[in-house]
């Protein structure tokens, strides 16, 4: 063994020995062995101590062998220093030896392997627990290299039976003792990734702190004794289980909420069938002459109070259904080893058309996701929709050809039977997705709190490495974003987020994308030109429609068609929501990009969490009047699906003072949505950011380089409220474009006045727009 020169710790810490070594360390005595076993289970124990306090989340290093799994080698650090252990086992590719393998058979276990005695300790200046010292990661532990194994690589081959117990992975059914990783098959793995999991996992949870696994280099420098250079990109981190894991969800993802939503679509359910089955029997649900001479109140249950109840139970699933998608990059981040990008930091389920949700969502096997927008689906448009089409008038059957009704009534109103089984159903249906949320939603969320806005993003990086994957992202799109993160699997641990494993069978990418590249239009699609344009000629042609269909002969299509008016309503419902939850998401950086921003409006504000019906107050408040006109249009789209019921022109199921009135309601709503719609795409319509800010990784790659994340060291573990009082209290002011970042660079993102610039165009460039 030769040790890396000016290594002081060298003598302080022996290395672990050659195989000649070891063999004649077994013709010692017993008591030098007794001795030694002594010392080497009270190094353990020190150790298990110095990493009982995971606060400072400081990886333990593995060097993991391409072939035979596990090499034993590992660094820990703690308070800035690193213990670190040279690679003693064979080069990458190549099987290990009997006499190694008799070593891990005498030693029973793999953790004697890289037992705390055989480590030696170099300094390191970095941490991965404080934000200012990840400028300089590339900075590697010193290593050192064992000639006697220069043999380069082999191929793999099956382990003789009498090898099996040491070569196989980890199993946590064998082995003898709580900190065993007893090996349990006569093969080496075939797959890699898999047996590095187990091992780095393993350990984790064994030892209690977090390992980081790094590939051995397959062939080895003789020019140098200095051991292969570590690419700290290309290192794998797992993290041990959380005990304490966090549980924070809002209230309508608890059990009381879908509980809720369970009792009520079974009671509809019920009722829908009851008010079935009374029709058939006698004269109906209601009997009448003229539609004026039934009651008020009557009326008002036939027509409208339906509708009514129906659109209210979609909204309440909605709720529900917004808060598991914006959620659910967080708890796929919260698993024991994570997720990739794509599922977590890219992850954007919030901003698409709500039609789409389900087929990516399984796609990505986010069942939870799929079910709850499946129900959203039934609940807000199939529902209200064969509702309305199962309570219709039908002329009495008792009366004669001459027009001569027996009794004093000529038409009753009954519910039709293909129709009503559908809403049954339906509702039945929903109810039973219900059920599945409510087992499905008793896992853990992972947070502490609600991560609203900036802030809340912010907070979790600043105490683990992650901005690093973000250089030169700045003005990023998000297919860029997607390239350079896909290659690893990120973890919510402690609040934080960390790197997790690294994925190795994905093409590289270059860091810069600074480049020659197609020039995209940031902006949400509904806020482009062609379908912002598209979806505003699409209101006014409904607002035309609506007079030429209640008042022509064209009522007839309402007429036989009693549910295309709200199917055509729920339609406009449901891309309103789209272009409302684009403003929502955009409002909060709009105001940044005017500069001189408090964040109280801006860092700490989340609309897109904010109740229905409460936004348009909340948004008036803070002077958001857009944010304001969109969330009034939400809601008076719930309305145009209540008076769109009632646009037949029929004189035997409407009276003249309704017709008119759902007429009116109908036209002046669609108006004001037309209305609305124009004034949002152009006060929204030009490009201020390089990319939408509607996944976490989009919100990383401004902040990456920020001075502002000085402020929020310390605070993953804050709540909205706190972190608000806090950011608050400094009296600091934020805006959006061009700064100084803490490399002294110039970077486009979000950071704290004063600013170099607040312009952006939309053509790729390293200068600010003065």
């Known amino acids: 063994m030769v040790p890396v020169a000016g290594d002081k710790y060298a003598d302080d810490f022996p290395l672990l020995e050659s195989e000649g070594q070891v063999q004649n360390e077994k013709d010692s005595s017993a008591a030098r062995r007794q001795v030694d076993s002594h010392a080497t289970r009270r190094d353990v124990l020190r150790r298990q101590s110095d990493f009982d306090d995971i606060g400072d989340e400081n990886p333990v290093s593995m060097s993991m062998s391409q072939t035979t799994g596990l090499v034993p080698g590992y660094s820990g650090m703690k308070d800035g220093s690193t213990l670190s252990q040279s690679s003693t086992g064979p080069t990458a590719n190549t099987l290990p030896r009997k006499s190694d393998l008799r070593y891990l058979s005498g030693n029973s276990f793999l953790l004697q392997m890289i037992s705390p005695s055989s480590l030696r300790r170099s300094p390191r200046k970095e941490r991965y627990s404080t934000l200012h010292e990840l400028d300089d990661l590339q900075q590697q532990d010193a290593v050192t290299v064992d000639i006697s194994f220069l043999e380069g690589p082999g191929i793999a081959k099956p382990v003789p039976s009498n090898l099996s117990s040491e070569s196989a992975p980890p199993s946590k059914d064998t082995g003898t003792?709580?900190?065993?990783?007893?090996?349990?098959?006569?093969?080496?793995?075939c797959d890699l990734g898999e047996t590095v999991r187990q091992y780095g996992q393993r350990l984790a949870d064994d030892k209690n702190m977090i390992v980081s696994v790094k590939e051995a280099s397959p062939t080895v420098d003789l020019s140098t004794l200095e051991g292969s250079k570590t690419n700290l990109g290309h290192e794998s981190f797992y993290y041990p289980s959380d005990p304490e894991q966090p549980n924070w969800k809002p209230f309508s993802m608890r059990s009381p909420y879908?509980?809720?939503?369970?009792?009520?679509?079974?009671?509809?359910a019920a009722v829908q069938e009851y008010l079935f089955q009374r029709s058939q029997q006698g004269d109906g649900l209601i009997r009448y002459d003229e539609v004026s001479d039934i009651?008020?109140?009557?009326?008002?249950?036939?027509?409208?109070?339906?509708?009514?109840?129906?659109?209210?139970?979609?909204?309440?699933?909605?709720?529900?259904?917004?808060?598991?998608?914006?959620?659910?990059?967080?708890y796929q981040l919260s698993q024991p080893t994570g997720n990739t990008a794509a599922k977590t930091l890219n992850l954007d389920y919030v901003t698409m058309w709500a039609y789409f949700v389900p087929v990516?969502?399984?796609?990505?096997?986010?069942?939870?996701?799929?079910i709850v927008s499946v129900g959203a689906v039934l609940a807000t448009t199939a529902a209200p929709s064969l509702q309305t089409a199962s309570v219709a008038p039908v002329k009495n059957p008792h009366c004669r050809p001459d027009g001569a009704c027996p009794g004093d009534f000529t038409y009753i109103v009954r519910i039709h039977p293909v129709w009503s089984r559908l809403v049954t159903a339906t509702l039945i249906t929903v109810a039973i997705l219900a059920v599945i949320l409510l087992f499905q939603l008793r896992r853990k969320s992972g947070l502490l709190s609600d991560p609203k806005g900036i802030a809340g993003v912010a907070s979790m990086a600043t105490k683990s490495h992650i901005l690093t994957d973000f250089q030169g992202m700045d003005e990023a799109t998000h297919d860029e974003i997607h390239k350079k993160l896909r290659h690893r699997r990120y973890v919510l641990y402690k609040s934080s987020i960390w790197q997790g494993e690294y994925i190795k069978n994905t093409a590289t990418t270059t860091e810069k994308f600074a480049g020659h590249r197609k020039v995209e239009n940031p902006l949400p699609i509904i806020l482009r030109r062609g379908p912002g344009i598209a979806f505003i000629v699409f209101l006014a042609v409904c607002w035309a429609l609506i007079p030429i269909v209640t008042y022509t002969g064209a009522n007839v299509l309402v007429t036989s068609a009693p549910w295309l008016p709200i199917l055509v309503a729920a339609v406009i419902k449901q891309l309103w929501t789209t272009l409302?939850?684009?403003?929502?998401?955009?409002?909060?950086?709009?105001?940044l990009s005017q500069g001189n921003a408090r964040p109280e409006v801006t860092l700490t504000l989340d609309y897109q969490g904010i109740p229905y019906g409460v936004l348009p107050v909340r948004a008036l408040l803070n002077r958001h009047y857009l944010v304001a006109l969109v969330g009034m249009g939400s809601i008076l789209g719930d309305v145009l699906t209540v008076t769109a019921s009632s646009l037949s022109l029929s004189l035997h199921d409407e009276t003249v003072s309704s017709f008119i009135a759902s007429s009116s309601l109908s036209t002046i709503i669609t108006a004001f949505l037309v209305c609305a719609g124009a004034v949002t795409w152009a006060r929204r319509r030009h490009p201020f950011l390089p990319r939408q800010p509607s996944t976490i990784a989009s919100i990383l790659a401004f902040i990456h380089q920020s001075r502002m994340l000085d402020d929020f060291?310390?605070?993953?573990?804050?709540?909205?409220?706190?972190?608000?009082?806090?950011?608050?209290?400094?009296?600091?002011?934020?805006?959006?474009?061009?700064?100084?970042?803490?490399?002294n660079k110039l970077h486009c993102g979000v950071d704290e006045e004063p600013m170099l610039s607040r312009k952006y165009n939309m053509i790729p460039s390293s200068e600010p727009v003065i």
């Open 580 to 591: 409302e939850s684009a403003v929502k998401m955009l409002e909060p950086f709009y105001v």
């Open 713 to 743: 060291v310390g605070t993953e573990r804050y709540s909205s409220d706190e972190m608000r009082a806090m950011l608050v209290a400094r009296g600091k002011r934020y805006g959006l474009g061009w700064f100084r970042g803490r490399d």
């Open 177 to 189: 003792g709580p900190g065993a990783l007893r090996v349990s098959s006569a093969f080496l793995p």
């Open 295 to 330: 009651p008020a109140g009557e009326f008002f249950c036939w027509k409208y109070l339906p509708t009514m109840v129906m659109v209210c139970f979609g909204v309440l699933w909605q709720i529900m259904e917004y808060d598991i998608k914006r959620l659910e990059p967080y």
């Open 258 to 268: 879908i509980a809720m939503l369970i009792f009520i679509s079974l009671v509809l």
């Open 360 to 370: 990516k969502a399984i796609r990505y096997h986010h069942w939870t996701v799929a």
